[in-house]
């Protein structure tokens, strides 16, 4: 298939804004800078939490490590001729740990919104492949799990989790619901999140909520099938009658790429891996993460419309 963007030149004009300090170096982040002297003699100065916050984000943005964001940051102090302190990276190291919250900036339009959610693997800071690959090292290596709730009508993340590896899909739908306080209409997941734990959860955060999850091959309907069918049981029936691909389209299952795509735009412009080493970090890492990626999107985006489909 063959898209056209119709508004170019006003998604020229955000991609360009990415790029510059402003978007993420903003005034509000001046303004509540807060670099004061502690009381004690020699002591270091004492940072806002959005001056951490400011910080993390060019760390993530640039890509670099935290003693370059450290001089980045100084030196858009001196151009700027403000008499502003940049943090130092221990200090920036240590405070990313004690972050209360991080907003998601994800204002979502009136009305019920689609609530998509999946998960990916981040890997953590060690020893690459081929470093194991050479010298032998049996290490398993370890990864942590991002689980994103996506919003299909703006693409904006409204929810993540970050947890270990060994953590299913479905007990994570609950906390990811529980973060959103706009009115969900409908969630949808692929075939992993199947089963009715995961419609329990759903229900009990809101019974009018509708659940589009593909039933696995194997799926059996429920005990009360016939006199009382659950939504899952139909699912089931549709899919027989129509088969999976009829039932896709009935459902709009196809949303759901919307949120694999946000998966790659987190590994293409923020990484594939985790930078922090404590466990605390890494969970703050990824939430600056989701709010980078959102102020980027609300920059703007593209308005792509299927022009024409390509034969094979």
């Known amino acids: ?41 020699g002591g270091q100065c004492f940072y806002s939490d959005l001056a951490i916050e400011t910080s993390l984000k060019l760390r993530l943005v640039f890509r670099q490590p935290l003693r370059q964001t450290e001089g980045l940051m100084a030196s858009i102090f001196d151009l700027l001729e403000l008499d502003l302190k940049a943090p130092d990276h221990s200090t920036v190291s240590r405070r990313a740990m004690r972050l209360k919250s991080i907003s998601k900036r994800c204002a979502l339009p009136a009305g019920p919104a689609h609530i ?62 529980d973060q959103i306080e706009h009115e969900i209409g409908q969630v949808t997941a692929d075939g992993a999140y ?25 799926a059996q309907p429920s005990a009360q099938f016939e006199t009382d069918p659950t939504m899952r049981d139909t699912h089931l029936l549709m899919i027989q009658s129509l088969g999976r691909l009829d039932w896709q ?39 600056v993460a989701v709010d980078v990626l959102n102020r980027m999107l609300g920059a703007g985006r593209p308005n792509s419309v299927r022009t024409s489909t390509v034969a094979a």
């Open 1 to 41: 298939m063959k898209f056209s963007v119709r508004n170019w030149a006003e998604y020229d004009a955000a991609l360009r804004a990415r790029g510059s300090l402003t978007l993420w170096v903003t005034a509000e982040a001046m303004d509540h800078w807060a670099a004061q002297p502690r009381s004690t003699p």
């Open 116 to 177: 998509l959610i999946d998960s990916t693997g981040l890997k953590v800071f060690g020893a690459g492949e081929w470093l194991q690959e050479k010298h032998g090292a049996k290490a398993r290596r370890s990864w942590r799990k991002l689980h994103l709730a996506v919003d299909a009508h703006t693409g904006l993340i409204v929810a993540s989790m970050l947890t270990e590896q060994d953590v299913d899909d479905p007990s994570q739908v609950g906390p990811l619901l």
């Open 194 to 218: 199947d089963g009715e734990p995961t419609y329990e959860t759903i229900a009990q955060h809101d019974p009018q909520i509708e659940v589009v999850i593909p039933p696995r091959a194997t």
């Open 249 to 287: 389209e009935a459902c709009g299952y196809g949303k759901r790429a919307l949120v694999e795509t946000t998966m790659g735009r987190y590994k293409a412009i923020i990484g594939p891996r985790l930078r922090a080493r404590d466990r605390r970090g890494q969970r703050i890492e990824a939430a």
